[in-house]
């Protein structure tokens, strides 16, 4: 089977059940346009089934660890097999909330007040958020998840403590950064443009897992986002910068708060969700890029060396 394409779904992250739901969609989209199309689920001894399938390309349906921080886009460049997405720098960096923000502080992108504490440091946090001049309420989120896994809300010490011993019995290290209120506008891009930014209204109390996946939370998209002409430039210029000075390749969602007329990048996605209610493919329609379209493209933009 000289030209199957295989696709990477499920892996050993906590977004495996996401990951399943965006290869499906893949899929579908693809065996439509006439492609061979192969699932293949990326734990236990994958590379060996792998390596049996002999794929023309890979297809990373994956989310969340090992899918999206490098390691996958590692096996793939040993294995010489065409794939998806970033390459292997640039997911890792993407993934790394702190390292990413490094980069993105280096070339003028705004980001929240933020530090880094490990699991080593027990004591003296609320000194360091007062020394930071970083004020409730606060976010803290892993360093290297994915889908607002692990992410609160804390509008005082006593949720920043209980929050924050909860999170750190699960990972070595932790964010913490200011909470920016304002608009949710996130953004997609495709190679080197910038397709649109759409804006979320969620009824939960930010775009969190369930906000993201479950039609039920009822969030509202607003295509385009609601701001003025100048800003909506702007922020896909913001998002087109984010995906260069990070080294990424294919497609690309960047997530940013709207607060006093500025934008704050929160991350950049290097594997964005593919499901029904996900929002590159919202974007990419309103910019009249079928699914189909979108999917065959981003197979035709595979390669090694990313």
Not at 68 to 76: A, I, K, R, T
Not at 77 to 103: D, F
Not at 254 to 271: A, I
Request: charged content about 30%; some cysteine.
């Amino acid at each position: 089977m000289r030209n199957l394409i295989v696709i990477l779904i499920g892996g050993l992250s906590d977004e495996r059940k996401i990951s399943f739901l965006t290869g499906k969609a893949c899929s579908e989209a693809l065996k439509r346009k006439g492609y061979k199309v192969a699932h293949l689920d990326a734990k236990g001894y994958f590379v060996e089934e792998l390596k049996k399938l002999k794929p023309k390309i890979v297809f990373n349906a994956l989310h969340g660890k090992y899918g999206e921080d490098g390691f996958v886009q590692s096996v793939l460049e040993t294995l010489k097999i065409p794939y998806t997405h970033s390459g292997v720098i640039s997911s890792s960096l993407a993934m790394h909330k702190e390292l990413s923000r490094l980069i993105f502080i280096k070339n003028k992108i705004n980001v929240p007040k933020y530090f880094l504490a490990h699991k080593e440091h027990k004591k003296n946090l609320n000194k360091k958020i007062i020394n930071k001049k970083i004020k409730f309420p606060i976010v803290i989120k892993p360093v290297n998840e994915g889908s607002s896994l692990g992410v609160h809300i804390c509008k005082n010490a006593k949720q920043f403590s209980k929050n924050y011993k909860k999170l750190i019995k699960e990972y070595d290290k932790i964010l913490i950064e200011e909470y920016i209120p304002g608009q949710e506008i996130q953004v997609a891009v495709m190679g080197k443009k910038a397709l649109g930014a759409i804006e979320l209204v969620p009824k939960r109390e930010f775009y969190d897992y369930t906000a993201k996946y479950s039609s039920k939370a009822k969030t509202k998209h607003i295509m385009p986002a609601n701001i003025s002409s100048t800003k909506y430039k702007e922020v896909l210029n913001l998002a087109k910068k984010a995906h260069k000075v990070l080294g990424c390749r294919g497609i690309t969602r960047s997530d940013f708060r709207f607060f006093k007329n500025k934008f704050y990048l929160l991350e950049t996605n290097t594997q964005p969700g593919m499901t029904k209610l996900s929002l590159v493919p919202e974007i990419a329609r309103y910019c009249g890029i079928k699914f189909e379209d979108l999917i065959v493209w981003m197979i035709k933009d595979a390669s090694c060396n990313r």
